[in-house]
């Protein structure tokens, strides 16, 4: 519903642009999360359609970039520094009605994309 691309292999402290396009489809804010091998889907970076607005996991803090461009209906992640630990299968999810509280909250996003896989290491 949300396709999604950017699958690589990276070298730590490499880059990696992620991108998920809405289809023409109106969201109030889309998101990315991520989930690594055995461990539960984590919040990452949150951006509101209307005003660009943005929240982020502290993990992913001052490293990574979300972004939109409202002429593509794309919404990018732009992955910097990369960490072995940022290892994982990313997931773009949005929704037409979530509210600010409820970002970091995966069962709030109605629609989701079907993961793209990010693997850092040397």
């Known amino acids: 519903q949300l396709p999604a691309y950017g699958e690589g292999l990276v070298q730590p402290g490499g880059t990696l642009r992620l991108a998920c396009t809405t289809s023409?489809?109106?969201?109030?804010?889309l998101a990315w999360f991520r989930q690594a091998p055995a461990k539960e889907r984590d919040f990452v970076a949150a951006i509101k359609w209307n005003d660009g607005s943005t929240s982020y996991a502290s993990s992913v803090k001052g490293r990574f970039t979300i972004s939109r461009d409202k002429s593509q209906n794309t919404v990018y992640l732009q992955m910097n520094s990369l960490r072995p630990e940022d290892t994982a299968v990313y997931y773009c999810?949005?929704?037409?009605?979530?509210?600010?509280?409820?970002?970091?909250?995966?069962?709030?996003?109605?629609?989701w994309g079907q993961g793209t896989l990010v693997t850092v290491s040397s």
């Open positions: 023409g489809r109106t969201f109030r804010y």
């Open positions: 999810a949005a929704d037409p009605s979530i509210i600010q509280s409820s970002l970091a909250s995966q069962s709030a996003y109605g629609y």
